[in-house]
């Protein structure tokens, strides 16, 4: 059975940072486009970084570029989610997702989801 399961949220001040990680059973990172969505209250879930199948190619919101770095290691079968700068409005639930797909998760369906962590950053 595949599971994704998220690790690294907190509650931090506002300009800290976490790392997120998204450790992958039952599938290979190397083989799927991997990323981090997110769903803040009342609101809907929204893409927030993508990194491709052959782990050379990311994408992010533009909420969150030059803040939030995307990586995986195929050696530790993880992926994971860098966010400095952090701010109020990043406050929310953050999921791991996996598409079995060469283009990048904001643009597939996804296969695979994490439970999700938690994150909120305080002012």
């Known amino acids: 059975q595949v599971q994704l399961v998220e690790s690294g949220g907190g509650e931090v001040q506002a300009g800290g940072s976490l790392r997120l990680s998204c450790a992958a059973s039952?599938?290979?990172?190397?083989?799927?486009?991997m990323g981090w969505f997110r769903q803040a209250p009342g609101k809907e879930r929204e893409f927030v970084a993508g990194?491709?199948?052959?782990?050379?190619?990311?994408d992010y919101a533009d909420s969150v570029k030059g803040r939030f770095t995307i990586s995986k290691d195929n050696a530790k079968n993880t992926a994971y989610l860098q966010i400095n700068s952090l701010k109020p409005e990043d406050t929310a639930v953050y999921y791991c997702?996996?598409?079995?797909?060469?283009?990048?998760?904001?643009?597939?369906?996804?296969?695979?989801w994490g439970q999700g962590t938690q994150v909120t950053v305080s002012s």
């Open positions: 997702a996996a598409a079995r797909s060469l283009l990048s998760v904001s643009r597939s369906a996804i296969n695979f």
């Open positions: 039952e599938l290979f990172v190397s083989l799927y486009a």
């Open positions: 990194i491709n199948k052959g782990g050379f190619l990311t």
